[in-house]
């Protein structure tokens, strides 16, 4: 069973910066895109950011700009880099795998924005 590990999250003024990493326990086979999801509490979970496996990448209107989607093929390692926080991206950061066996989620990493 592959797990994936979410770190980086953390309490950060307006204005500053975190890099959000996912690293899979294992390589995982044939995925079709990666992912970072976004729940804030009393809202619906969103899509913040996207890699398919080709490497084109897609943003939420809200976040682009300022977040960057990257990964690390050689150590199984998915990245977020978040500058110009803004206290709105306060909110439970969730890494997903989608493969075309399975959907992988990580655990949740906690990014909160003070004003």
């Known amino acids: 069973q592959v797990q994936l590990v979410e770190s980086g999250g953390g309490l950060v003024q307006a204005g500053g910066s975190l890099r959000l990493s996912c690293a899979a326990s294992r390589t995982i086979a044939s995925i079709i895109t990666m992912g970072w999801y976004r729940q804030a509490p009393g809202k619906q979970r969103e899509l913040v950011a996207s890699i398919t496996s080709g490497g084109n990448t897609n943003y939420v209107d809200s976040v682009k700009g300022r977040f960057t989607i990257s990964r690390d093929n050689a150590k199984n390692t998915l990245y977020l880099q978040m500058n110009t926080l803004k206290p709105e991206d306060t909110a439970v950061y969730y890494c997903?795998?989608?493969?075309?066996?399975?959907?992988?989620w990580g655990q949740g990493t906690q990014v909160t924005v003070s004003s």
């Open positions: 997903n795998v989608r493969s075309i066996r399975h959907d992988y």
